[in-house]
């Protein structure tokens, strides 16, 4: 780690550093914002080239056995940048920082550049606005094995660095777009994808419909659900059984039922199950 360390939040690359909080100067930039050890190891594990390391050893839990990370990260061409403690920080967007934070290329693309197997498992969230929920839903995403996670009409943008911080840097391991509705059903209909819509105003359980070949299944807002345009051209609807006084489950334990029914159905024995139909 270089001996140079920044000590004034009045530095020119503090500052710069500090405006990538915003969405608009990330989004004009093309670029993101990774916190954290575990994160960025798997942001780079996932392939991630960092453009700027910045590090504060008086913060890592280990320096000496974090060194690696970081000369793993120079090594990939990234400027490293120490900062003392105060202004690590200052520029930190977490409480207990542990003295990892990396600008690094950003994640959101265009449906077209994603690349989808013959049978894709995607997830579609439409109107989410909460980074958490996001970034939630994109760790479930990775652990059900999903080949994309689609934001349609988002709240938020994926470079958001709290849903970075809540997906645990699968974010990057897991392929994101983001689109509009129309744009969203006129994809999956040239993909042959069904969409399969979750909502409480049927009668369809989760479990009754075939998930095994390709498929999108749709969440939305806890507040309204999904919109009447995406409901309408929903190849099927399904809902999550709920027995007791609660109406609705959050949105991102919603989407781990479903991706996990999914994930089920294609690994068990047998596979196909009832065709998705209303």
Same mark, same amino acid.
């Not at 042959?192 to 359980?205: G, I, R």
């Not at 999550?240 to 089920?264: C, D, F, W």
């Given at each position: 780690?270089?001996?140079?360390?920044?000590?004034?939040?009045?530095?020119?690359?503090?500052?710069?550093?500090?405006?990538?909080? &915003?969405?608009?100067?990330?989004?004009? /930039?093309? !670029?993101?914002?990774? $916190? +954290?050890? #575990?994160?960025?190891?798997?942001? %780079?594990?996932?392939?991630?080239?960092?453009?700027?390391?910045?590090?504060?050893?008086?913060?890592?839990?280990?320096?000496?056995?974090?060194?690696?990370?970081?000369?793993?990260?120079?090594?990939?061409?990234?400027?490293?940048? &120490?900062?003392?403690?105060?202004?690590? /920080?200052? !520029?930190?967007?977490? $409480? +207990?920082? #542990?003295?990892?934070?990396?600008? %690094?290329?950003?994640?959101?693309?265009?449906?077209?550049?994603?690349?989808?197997?013959?049978?894709?498992?995607?997830?579609?969230?439409?109107?989410?606005?909460?980074?958490?929920?996001?970034?939630?839903?994109?760790?479930?995403?990775?652990?059900?094995?999903?080949?994309?996670?689609?934001?349609?009409?988002?709240?938020?943008?994926?470079?958001?660095?709290?849903? %970075?911080?809540?997906?645990?840097?699968?974010?990057?391991?897991?392929?994101?777009?983001?689109?509009?509705?129309?744009?969203?059903?006129?994809?999956?209909?040239?993909?042959?994808?069904?969409?399969?819509?979750?909502?409480?105003?049927?009668?369809?359980?989760?479990?009754?419909?075939?998930?095994?070949?390709?498929?999108?299944?749709?969440?939305?807002?806890?507040?309204?659900?999904?919109?009447?345009?995406?409901?309408?051209?929903?190849?099927?609807?399904?809902?999550?059984?709920?027995?007791?006084?609660?109406?609705?489950?959050?949105?991102?334990?919603?989407?781990?039922?479903?991706?996990?029914?999914?994930?089920?159905?294609?690994?068990?024995?047998?596979?196909?199950?009832?065709?998705?139909?209303?």
């Amino acid at each position: 780690m270089s001996d140079l360390v920044i000590t004034s939040p009045a530095n020119a690359r503090v500052k710069a550093l500090s405006a990538l909080r &915003r969405r608009r100067v990330r989004e004009a /930039e093309g !670029v993101t914002l990774v $916190e +954290g050890y #575990d994160e960025l190891r798997l942001a %780079v594990e996932a392939g991630v080239r960092p453009r700027q390391l910045f590090t504060c050893p008086e913060l890592m839990h280990d320096p000496d056995a974090q060194r690696g990370l970081v000369d793993e990260v120079v090594a990939l061409g990234a400027e490293s940048l &120490r900062l003392s403690r105060p202004v690590f /920080e200052k !520029v930190a967007y977490r $409480e +207990g920082p #542990d003295g990892f934070l990396a600008v %690094v290329p950003g994640v959101d693309r265009e449906l077209a550049a994603l690349e989808l197997p013959a049978r894709p498992l995607l997830l579609l969230a439409e109107g989410v606005e909460k980074p958490g929920n996001l970034g939630a839903m994109l760790r479930t995403a990775e652990a059900a094995g999903a080949d994309a996670v689609i934001a349609v009409d988002p709240q938020t943008d994926w470079g958001n660095p709290n849903v %970075v911080r809540a997906s645990k840097g699968t974010v990057f391991a897991v392929p994101v777009a983001s689109a509009t509705l129309a744009d969203t059903l006129a994809w999956l209909a040239e993909h042959e994808v069904q969409l399969v819509a979750t909502t409480p105003d049927t009668t369809t359980a989760h479990t009754a419909v075939d998930l095994t070949g390709g498929v999108g299944i749709a969440v939305g807002t806890e507040k309204h659900g999904l919109t009447s345009g995406l409901l309408e051209a929903a190849d099927a609807r399904v809902r999550i059984p709920m027995h007791g006084k609660v109406n609705s489950l959050n949105v991102a334990t919603s989407a781990a039922i479903v991706l996990y029914e999914a994930e089920r159905q294609r690994t068990s024995e047998g596979g196909s199950r009832t065709p998705a139909a209303d």
